[in-house]
T-cell receptor, first 114, second 113 residues
Framework: EPEVTQTPSHQVTQMGQEVILRCVPI?????FYWYRQILGQKVEFLVS????????KSEIFDDQFSVERPDGSNFTLKIRSTKLEDSAMYFC????????????FGAGTRLSVL | KQEVTQIPAALSVPEGENLVLNCSFT??????LQWFRQDPGKGLTSLLL?????REQTSGRLNASLDKSSGRSTLYIAASQPGDSATYLC????????????FGPGTRLSVLP
């Protein structure tokens, strides 16, 4: 069974610091996503990425956030200056193509901003 | 804007019972609907995917149905076991560019031995 890998599993940072969350999507997948889940709340869409550019983003994904696929295998989410309210579980997902329908999710990175 | 709701928010049943979890969505122009399982503090495990053209999907003791026109899906779990205890999430994808998921809040299931 193919899987999406996320590292680290838990990241602790001080408010104002930059963090980079890393994801290795399933090889040969073309669409990549980041979602987040604040403790006790719904899973929320952040951003989708295709063909080396953002295809859609939510209102949560403001200028503090950026995504990158630096080397053809990793897919990263950067938060430039973390806030307390960024504390959440962040999930990466990938999709083979629009006709291949199952979106595979990683195990998540728990981000704790102190 | 698509809204997804799930009822009940929490459910506690004795082992062996059959149960139904409900999911509703406001905009029926969906591409597909997926049911996930989430254990506390863990990631999302895909259970069943139903295309918009399908009425149901089955996997083992799980059966998911979809009534797109009424904006509803149900997840039926037969002969529940304590290992089924988890939060069950439904999510829908739209015919929009990027095709991200909109998630429901989940139903927290406890199956008592």
């Amino acid at each position: 069974e193919p899987e999406v890998t996320q590292t680290p599993s838990h990241q602790v940072t001080q408010m104002g610091q930059e963090v980079i969350l890393r994801c290795v999507p399933i090889s040969n997948h073309l669409y990549f996503y980041w979602y987040r889940q604040i403790l006790g709340q719904k899973v929320e869409f952040l951003v989708s990425f295709y063909n080396n550019e953002i295809s859609e983003k939510s209102e949560i994904f403001d200028d503090q956030f950026s995504v990158e696929r630096p080397d053809g295998s990793n897919f990263t989410l950067k938060i430039r200056s973390t806030k307390l309210e960024d504390s959440a579980m962040y999930f990466c997902a990938s999709l083979a193509g629009l006709t291949k329908n199952i979106q595979y999710f990683g195990a998540g990175t728990r981000l704790s901003v102190l | 804007k698509q809204e997804v709701t799930q009822i009940p928010a929490a459910l506690s049943v004795p082992e062996g019972e059959n149960l139904v979890l409900n999911c509703s969505f406001t905009d029926s122009a969906i591409y597909n609907l997926q049911w996930f399982r989430q254990d506390p503090g863990k990631g999302l495990t895909s259970l069943l995917l139903i295309q918009s053209s399908q009425r149901e999907q089955t996997s083992g003791r799980l059966n998911a149905s979809l009534d797109k026109s009424s904006g509803r899906s149900t997840l039926y779990i037969a002969a529940s076991q304590p290992g089924d205890s988890a939060t069950y999430l439904c999510a829908v994808r739209h015919y929009n560019y990027g095709q991200n998921f909109v998630f429901g809040p989940g139903t927290r299931l406890s199956v008592l031995p």
